[in-house]
């Protein structure tokens, strides 16, 4: 059932704000140059597919959450526009950043809070129960895919600043674009390994937390994990290989940092991870391989029909 009118935000008071927000940001920096040994932390990038030089560029961790909240949009169904309506609203509540504070009881991506009924700590605090949460109530607004984007967005979080979220619609529709895989090869990132532990098994778990148990990762020997593309599905935008793939090829690349994935190959192009130092050879962007190169854009085939994912030691 729906739940209640959630009442509206108000505001801290300016001066303890103030001095949380620094602590905070002193906290967080503290905290990368410990699991990066004092280098910047990773970075990605989405560009516009429409060649009109649009991009975007955010951190590592952001990139790992805005994968989960489409990957769980997707699975659920739910289309292109309802991903980039969570999306920005994730951007404006919490910058795609999993905080456990906020507003009264709010938490997480989306700061939603237990007391309305979104959940308990736990479960809120875990983006792929949030980000299923979030769609369950956007697909409860009638007609929100043709909504203006926070019109949308405000009938599901009723937020005290219903106008905050129309400035990260651009942003959110470049990442949508990408992390759905309308647009190919489009979102690269340094793929620097954080702190959390990596590898096969890692990966196959994290593509079921957020895709489902119909993804069906494959154990492809020694570091690496196939999952499998069905040739039946949408293709991409320029009729190239299935958008299926380019959406798992992504949200790898996204989880890069997290999953100590090294390299990501799919429709004859292959992403690999830099090391910090100005790798060069195309490290943290997407190539052709030497047959994809032959080939030119991919087609149906081997190279379109799997997503082979490899991780670091």
């Known amino acids: ?13 300016p001066r303890l704000g103030t001095a949380f927000a620094v602590l905070l940001a002193v906290a967080g920096y503290v905290a990368v140059q410990y699991v990066y040994g004092g280098k910047p932390e990773p970075r990605c990038t989405v560009v516009s597919g429409n060649g009109d030089g649009a991009s975007y560029t955010f951190t590592a961790e952001q990139a790992r959450n805005a994968s989960t909240v489409a990957a769980v949009g997707t699975s659920r169904g739910m289309p292109e526009r309802a991903v980039t309506i969570a999306l920005a609203t994730a951007l404006q509540e919490s910058g795609l950043h999993n905080i456990s504070h906020g507003d009264r009881d709010s938490l ?3 700061q939603q809070r237990p007391s309305q009924g979104w959940g308990d700590e736990r479960q809120i605090m875990d983006p792929a129960y949030s980000s299923a949460r979030f769609y369950t109530h956007l697909a409860e607004v009638p007609g929100y895919s043709r909504l203006p984007l926070t019109v949308a967005a405000q009938r599901v979080q009723r937020s005290g600043y219903p106008q905050a979220y129309a400035k990260h619609e651009p942003d959110a529709a470049l990442l949508a674009a990408a992390l759905t895989g309308r647009a190919p090869a489009t979102l690269s990132c340094e793929g620097r390994p954080g702190a959390d532990p990596g590898g096969p098994a890692e990966v196959r778990a994290a593509l079921v937390r957020d895709f489902g148990r119909a993804v069906r990762p494959e154990d492809a020997g020694g ?3 196939s999952v499998p593309v069905s040739s039946t599905v949408t293709t991409t935008a320029d009729g190239g290989a299935p958008a299926r793939g380019w959406e798992l ?3 790898a690349v996204a989880q890069a940092s997290a999953l100590r ?8 192009r292959e992403w690999r991870a830099g090391d910090g130092e100005g790798s060069g050879d195309g ?6 391989t030497p047959k994809g190169r032959a080939e030119g854009t991919a087609g149906p085939g081997r190279d379109a029909a799997e997503v082979r994912i490899v991780t670091g030691q």
């Open 283 to 288: 490290a943290g962007r997407w190539h052709r």
């Open 223 to 225: 570091r690496a994990v």
């Open 108 to 110: 997480g991506l989306f």
């Open 249 to 251: 090829a992504h949200w």
């Open 261 to 268: 994935i090294e390299r990501v190959s799919y429709a004859g």
């Open 1 to 13: 059932m729906p739940e209640p009118p959630t009442p509206l935000r108000r505001g801290r008071p």
